[in-house]
């Protein structure tokens, strides 16, 4: 598969303070970090930024070893589990922490009609519209510079139609239908913080996901990437499916990202669950088979999104088993222990897709490199420098 597209082909010239070319000198470029956001849930640096235990750091490090996007919980209802006591505090702290590891981080979401505030209930949809912007607006300003990407709307598809219980977002949209809905709530994300990157977000992968798409579009909705949920409880949705969804997405021209990738390493989820939330179990174990069986498939889904140009992240739901459903979707089992699919994408993600290399310059200090974009440190005798490359311009480093 060709991934020429994340890769630059650079000159880089080394000059000293004077600006006199480092000639004939050995010099290193070492990758820091990935253009592409190699994803995973990131809820459990929650725990271990708040009470430091040794299984979370151990946890946690192994995370940061291969990842450099994590995907932090905004849901409403567990966030604000009290009119006007958000747990701002905790999640500024997990952020912060993640940004000083170099870590992206996304909030997820911003609106959303599962995992909504119950006491939204007690007002009609003029006020409960009012909240959700005020929501949006304390969230978007208060975390900007910190978390500049969002999941601004979840599963809108699904949205007005919703009756599994009631619910104050599903009124929202059943009143004003999902377009001017997601406009609304998008416009005012994009009010309070013009340069982040906001996501819609759905499960469905349909037509049906595909009219909503462009029926904000054409509302003028400043969409700046499709998000698209991919939750394989059921079995792997194999490479035919992956290049068929993408070809669907790929002629609206944005971004594409995966948003929440799981793959099981144990008994599949039987066909005839339809919503994976009702399948109920008491113990749901990893075994041998399996975890090769997700290992092999995580990396054929890896490569085949990894090679397509709109591709721009793909993100894990679950970093170990159990988290979700007591699914064994993890990179690693409850005992923190490390499964195959974690030492096959840490392969692909920081051996096979990275760069790290040793050149020597010419007579003007030069060296041509082919690496893949992202964040580099550049140096020699013991002096660095940091840079970006991510185009084919010539770069002059200062060290």
Not at 46 to 74: A, C, R
Not at 108 to 117: I, K, S
């Amino acid at each position: 598969m060709d991934i020429s597209h994340r890769k630059v082909k650079k000159q880089i010239q080394f000059v000293d303070a004077q600006g006199k070319p480092l000639a004939n000198k050995e010099v290193k470029i070492q990758q820091t970090k990935h253009d592409f956001l190699f994803g995973c849930g990131a809820f459990d640096f929650i725990p271990y930024v708040l009470n430091g235990d040794d299984f979370h750091k151990q946890m946690t490090e192994s995370w940061l070893e291969v990842f450099n996007y994590g995907t932090l919980p905004f849901y409403w209802g567990q966030f604000e589990k009290e009119e006007g006591k958000p747990n701002t505090e905790t999640l500024m702290k997990t952020a912060q922490y993640l940004k000083s590891k170099n870590v992206t981080v996304k909030g997820h979401p911003l609106c959303w009609h599962t995992a909504c505030a119950d006491w939204l209930l007690k007002y009609d949809n003029k006020t409960i519209m009012q909240k959700q912007l005020e929501r949006i607006d304390r969230e978007v300003k208060g975390f900007k510079g910190l978390i500049d990407m969002w999941d601004v709307i979840n599963e809108v598809v699904i949205m007005p139609i919703f009756d599994k219980y009631d619910n104050a977002i599903t009124r929202l949209c059943q009143e004003k239908g999902r377009v001017k809905l997601v406009k609304e709530v998008f416009d005012r994300a994009h009010a309070d913080n013009p340069g982040a990157t906001l996501l819609i977000n759905d499960f469905n992968t349909s037509t049906n996901y595909e009219i909503l798409i462009d029926g904000c579009l054409n509302a003028g909705v400043p969409i700046s990437a499709i998000g698209i949920q991919s939750h394989q409880h059921q079995g792997y949705w194999g490479r035919e499916k992956l290049e068929e969804v993408l070809e669907r997405y790929e002629h609206f021209g944005l971004p594409i990202h995966f948003t929440e990738n799981t793959l099981i390493s144990g008994d599949i989820m039987p066909a005839h669950i339809v919503d994976l939330n009702d399948w109920q179990v008491d113990e749901w174990p990893s075994t041998p088979e399996g975890e090769e069986r997700q290992a092999r498939e995580i990396e054929e889904m890896y490569r085949v999104l990894f090679s397509h140009p709109l591709v721009q992240a793909i993100t894990t739901w679950d970093f170990h088993d159990g988290a979700w459903l007591k699914a064994p979707s993890g990179f690693i089992r409850s005992d923190n222990s490390l499964k195959p699919s974690y030492h096959m994408l840490k392969k692909l993600v920081r051996e096979e897709w990275w760069t790290d290399v040793t050149l020597t310059t010419d007579a003007g200090g030069c060296v041509e490199v082919e690496a893949f974009k992202g964040q580099y440190k550049l140096g020699a005798d013991g002096k660095e420098s940091s840079a970006k490359l991510t185009d084919n311009e010539k770069l002059t480093v200062t060290l």
